[in-house]
Nanobody, 115 residues
Framework: QVQLVESGGGLVQPGGSLRLSCAAS????????MGWFRQAPGKQRELVAV???????NYADSVKGRFTISGDFAKNTVYLQMNSLKPEDTAVYYC?????????WGQGTQVTVSS
C-alpha cells in the first residue's frame, strides 16, 4: 500500500520559516494534483496549497505571498516553503495526492508557531 510521508515540521518563532517535504513510499502513476492541507485544533481541515501536473498552483488567501508549493510529479514529491510564519499557521499539515483512481493522504506533521 502506498504511503505519503511528510517531514520538516516543528516549532518556530513568529516570522520564521519552515520547509515541509512529502514523498510517496513507492511510485504512484498519473498523479494530477499534489497539495497540502492543514487542520488546527477545533477546526476543519482546510486547503493550504495545491499544484497540478501542469504546474498550475493555487493557494489559500491566508498564505498567499508567504507560502510556496513546488513538486516533482516524476518523483511523486511535493514541498511547501513557509515564510513569515504566524501563530495562526499552527496546525497539523497533511500531504495529499490524487490520480483518477484514488486520493492519498500522509499521516501529518505538526507545525507550531510560537514565541
Amino acid at each position: 500500500q502506498v504511503q505519503l510521508v511528510e517531514s520538516g515540521g516543528g516549532l518556530v518563532q513568529p516570522g520564521g520559516s519552515l520547509r515541509l517535504s512529502c514523498a510517496a513510499s513507492r511510485s504512484i502513476s498519473r498523479l494530477y494534483f499534489m497539495g497540502w492541507f492543514r487542520q488546527a485544533p477545533g477546526k476543519q481541515r482546510e486547503l493550504v496549497a495545491v499544484i497540478s501536473s501542469g504546474s498550475t498552483t493555487n493557494y489559500a488567501d491566508s498564505v498567499k505571498g508567504r507560502f510556496t508549493i513546488s513538486g516533482d510529479f516524476a518523483k511523486n514529491t511535493v514541498y511547501l516553503q513557509m515564510n513569515s510564519l504566524k501563530p495562526e499557521d499552527t496546525a497539523v499539515y497533511y500531504c495529499n495526492a490524487k490520480n483518477s483512481l484514488q486520493t492519498y493522504w500522509g499521516q501529518g506533521t505538526q507545525v507550531t508557531v510560537s514565541s
